[in-house]
């Protein structure tokens, strides 16, 4: 029998969760960020869930080849643009939209032969000081580009630093507002917090035109996984988000032990009273994180309960008295949704860890088999 561990993919996760993209920014098209192989769920594995949105937006370009060969001919977009002057040519072969970041960027297009000009995304820096012109030499960048053979349409766009915070986006909304002005061309501003914290409806937005981030496309990723983007502020239950990942594994030992004891490396966790202990067949080799500290929650039977002790790389040891019945062979569910259709999120566990859902998605470990449900 293989070891007991399994991570499970809900399509129809990625179906309710986009829809609700859609209900928060109905006038805008829907770039899915699949970046990271979908966020470590595999791209191959997310895509018929995320087949109703308009584009997919990533980085990588073998990812994005991955994509045209399941048969998608709508919209790819590279979030980074291109690397080097050669990928213009995939650029071309593949009808690859890209981003274009910086100066060396618009040489390489300068430099490019084709008879197909590309779709671009101009990419402005409004703050967060990584990628993008700033907004003072971000129409010198424009005007160079639109007389390009090279480029078709150009669009706008930007990356927000603080749409899950308290700071907003107001003010570096603005300072795309400005800059780009008499600018023609599509706009694309926000990830997953901006689209749910930040959209104003059209209705409203006369009325709101400093928080105005219509744009006409969006890019969300973690809400599609259906993690909260400002977790612990609000919740995936709270935003109307359903996990798109269950990792479970199974009990494979108990222990009975006294009062004083202690449990796994370090002795780091020491019983009050006597106590009954599983251990799971889950460590940090399978992207558990080793940091989660005694206390993290798990499910066992569905039933919620902690760790106890460190992680080790194969292996948590988890406190059942609140699940007398559970032993050897008992669903333990780490993150996602049990048997029994308790729920664990994800955030949770991330929080315990000192890190975000984003990250425990992405470090699921390649030794973990992974299903899709039906
Ligand atoms: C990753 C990424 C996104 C998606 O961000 P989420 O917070 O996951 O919604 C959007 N835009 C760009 C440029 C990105 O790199």
Known sequence: MPRPILATIHPAAFRHNLERVRRAAPDARVWAVVKANAYGHGIERVFDGMRSADGFALLDLAEAQRVRSLGWRGPI????????????????????????????QIDMLAAH???????????????????????ERYRTAWT???ALPQVDEISLMAHFSDAD?????????????SATRDLPGERSLSNS??????????AQAAAHPEACVVSDWVRPG?????SAPDYPEHTAEHWDLQPSMTLAAK?????????????????????????????VA??????????????TPVLVDGVRTRTVGRVSMDMITVDLTPVPAAGPGSEVTLWGRAANGALLPIDEVAACAGTVGYELMCALAPRVPVEVAA
Not at 165 to 177: E, K, L, N, T
Not at 222 to 226: D, E, K, N
């Open 193 to 202: 917090a901006a689209i749910l914290r930040h959209t104003v409806q059209p």
């Open 251 to 279: 009990i494979i030992a108990t222990q009975s032990i006294p009062a004083r004891a202690s449990v796994g490396y370090g002795s780091n966790f020491v019983a009050e009273d006597a106590m009954r202990i599983g251990v």
């Open 77 to 104: 977009l590279l979030l980074e643009g291109v690397f080097e002057l050669r990928d213009l040519e995939l650029c071309s072969r593949l009808d690859l939209w890209h981003a274009v970041h910086c100066t060396e």
């Open 165 to 177: 915070g308290p700071r907003g986006v107001a003010d570096q909304m603005a300072a795309f507002a």
């Open 144 to 146: 160079r580009l639109n």
């Open 222 to 226: 973690i809400v599609l996984y259906g």
């Open 282 to 295: 889950c460590g940090y080799a399978d992207g558990y994180p080793r940091v989660c500290p005694t206390g």
């Open 113 to 135: 032969k084709t008879n197909v000009p590309h779709r671009v995304f101009l990419k402005m820096n409004v703050g967060m000081n990584r990628l993008g012109f700033t907004p």
